[in-house]
């Protein structure tokens, strides 16, 4: 069984940066690790995943901005993000796929984690 604990957002100001992090338990090193985020009254979109063998997939709205990471000694995944936008405010989840697909709909992941808000103020 796996389980996944993310840490790190809180309040932050346009321009600024947080660094959440993904505390695994179980196996997850053979695993595609991944972030979303959901928004009040918004779907569920894919942040930033990455494979294991370290492939990395993020989509326009955070290329460039956002990155993605993982450790698989610790059974960690990290998001670095910089240059946050009022439009990134949301719950952050951390998730993990068995298949290693690494793929942006949430339905290929089969396990989450509780949600970190990150809330960003202009």
């Known amino acids: 069984q796996v389980q996944l604990v993310e840490s790190g957002g809180g309040l932050v100001q346009a321009g600024g940066s947080l660094r959440l992090s993904c505390a695994g338990s179980?196996?997850?090193?053979?695993?595609?690790l991944a972030w979303f985020r959901q928004a009040p009254g918004k779907e569920r979109e894919l942040v930033a995943a990455?494979?294991?063998?370290?492939?990395?997939n993020y989509p326009d709205s955070v290329k460039g901005r956002f990155t993605i990471s993982r450790d698989d000694a610790k059974k960690a995944a990290y998001l670095e993000m910089t240059s946050l936008k009022p439009e990134d405010t949301a719950v952050y989840y951390c998730?993990?796929?068995?298949?290693?697909?690494?793929?942006?709909?949430?339905?290929?992941?089969?396990?989450w984690g509780q949600g970190t808000q990150v809330t960003v103020s202009s």
């Open positions: 998730a993990a796929d068995p298949w290693n697909r690494g793929g942006a709909h949430p339905g290929q992941y089969i396990y």
């Open positions: 179980g196996r997850t090193s053979s695993y595609a």
């Open positions: 990455i494979k294991w063998g370290g492939n990395s």
